[in-house]
């Protein structure tokens, strides 16, 4: 049986808006998504998890299950509510609090700065399109740093790309605007420069700890051995994940790189115009960077695509309804021969090991990983109090294996954070597409452990992928 080092840690994943709920109390300030969920009217973030509440419950399952870490974000309108400006104090006090408590019970909080919850007020303004946001940001985070000092792991964001096509391509989240590449990479950019920024200061400001940045990386593999297909797997590549690792590792865009970006913007009329100056920062934060979070669920098989481009995302877990296609980046086509979840995702451990290795030989300079989410969106099923999630554990099982594969091939990571700690609520997708290792009956919010959650200790007690 296949094992881990003696000091991984194993985490769970939460994030602000996904699990605390409480959007409207205590003095905090409207993001999007309020007003966004409301007109849409299929669910809303309320209660969502009520983790504002119910965190001392959830904190206790953490130490009752060998949990080490709890994945967190601080929600950047609790602290201030029109983004900048006056200091909601019950917003800092919230944070202090559940910090302390998990200090209290043994449970260390790894924290992220942003995760998709832009305060509404800025967000209007153009969000990361528009610059003055970046000192925003950075100001909000140096406010973290000079007050949190209790925290030992920083991320400045999570998941740059999808945030970025997500708005900005596929539209699925406010300002729902579709295909339209010089916003996607403005914003990539933009976010990029800013982490550097961040990360420059907390290592000049000589902060406690360690600090990283959290990307959602998805492998890329051609759908045949078609040039045409092999070009657009490499192009798809250079856009969702050579783009933010250069940025992160590098500090500039490598040539290749930018060639293939370039190649997406002429084949859509667009072109973008980047201020060289960004990269001094970033190339001064690139050697700074203590660690990589990796967000992994999926990887894609791609084949050239040069039609106007379509799209379909499956938010309802109804099974192959999944369409992919993207003028002069490609189409996504699944493999027939691997399982998919209800959401379309493919499963493919492999894919994590692929993507370990490729990091280690393709951005040498990376240090630490920790893969801060991965998980199977499943519709669990509750019977009397008892949830058998079997296709969750052989998922985590097979992404385990993977991890452990790269560590004996010399990929340091130092720990994995499950997607999700406890159900929680999803942007896209609303209340059925569960993740947790506890399940959330969303009525009464109480806490069942699901059979994943009873394996989950077991690995996490022997470090052995049972
Ligand atoms: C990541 C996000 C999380 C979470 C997860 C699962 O992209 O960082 O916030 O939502 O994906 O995604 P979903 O809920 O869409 O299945």
Redo the contacts with the bound molecule.
């Keep these: 049986m296949r094992t881990l080092p003696k000091d991984f840690i194993m985490g769970g994943a939460t994030?602000a808006y996904?699990a605390e709920g409480a959007t409207q109390i205590d003095g905090k300030g409207p993001v999007a998504w309020d007003s966004f969920l409301i007109e849409k009217g299929r669910y809303t973030a309320e209660p969502a998890s009520d983790f504002y509440h119910q965190y001392p419950v959830d904190i206790e399952l953490c130490k009752k299950f060998n949990i080490d870490s709890i994945r967190l974000s601080i929600a950047w309108s609790r602290i201030f509510p029109d983004g900048f400006g006056e200091v909601n104090q019950l917003g800092v006090d919230f944070y202090h609090s559940v910090f302390s408590e998990c200090i209290r019970n043994g449970i260390i909080p790894f924290v992220t700065i942003h995760?998709?919850d832009t305060p509404k007020n800025l967000f209007d303004k153009g969000d990361f399109l528009n610059r003055e946001n970046i000192d925003h940001f950075v100001n909000f985070a140096k406010f973290c740093f000079d007050e949190f000092k209790e925290i030992e792991y920083w991320s400045t964001f999570?998941?740059i790309y999808?945030l970025a096509t997500n708005q900005y391509l596929t539209g699925v989240f406010p300002p729902e605007i579709k295909f339209d590449f010089e916003k996607v990479i403005m914003c990539l950019h933009n976010m990029m420069y800013a982490h550097a920024r961040v990360v420059n200061i907390f290592k000049e400001g000589n902060y406690r700890g360690k600090i990283g940045v959290v990307h959602?990386l998805e492998p890329k593999y051609p759908y045949s051995d078609k040039p045409e297909d092999i070009h657009a797997a490499k192009v798809d590549e250079a856009l969702s994940v050579r783009f933010l690792l250069d940025a992160t590792y590098l500090g500039e865009y490598s040539s290749s790189t930018w060639n293939l970006v370039q190649e997406i913007l002429y084949k859509n009329n667009m072109s973008v115009s980047i201020d060289s100056n960004d990269f001094i920062e970033m190339r001064k934060a690139s050697e700074r960077n203590d660690f990589l979070g990796i967000?992994n669920y999926v990887s894609h098989w791609v084949k050239a695509y040069e039609e106007e481009s379509t799209l379909f995302y499956n938010t309802t877990g109804e099974k192959g309804t999944q369409v992919y296609r993207i003028k002069g980046v490609g189409e996504r086509v699944p493999r027939e021969d691997l399982p998919k979840t209800d959401?379309d995702w493919i499963i493919y451990p492999e894919g994590l090991y692929d993507l370990l290795k490729f990091i280690k030989e393709e951005y040498p300079n990376y240090k630490e990983i920790y893969i801060t989410?991965n998980g199977l969106?499943f519709k669990d099923e509750f019977t009397d109090g008892i949830i058998l999630d079997e296709p969750r554990i052989d998922y985590l099982r097979g992404n385990f294996e993977s991890i452990s594969r790269a560590i004996d091939d010399g990929v340091n990571v130092k720990g994995y954070f499950i997607?999700s700690l406890m159900d929680v609520f999803?942007?896209?997708?609303g209340y059925d597409?569960r993740?947790g290792l506890f399940y959330v009956d969303f009525e009464t919010q109480k806490r069942y452990p699901k059979e994943s959650a009873y394996w989950y200790k077991l690995v996490s007690q022997t470090k052995t992928i049972i």
Aim: glycine share 6%; no cysteine; aromatic share 26%.
């Design positions: 994030a996904q995760h998709f999570n998941e999808p959602s967000n959401w989410e969106g997607w999803s942007w896209v997708n597409k993740y």
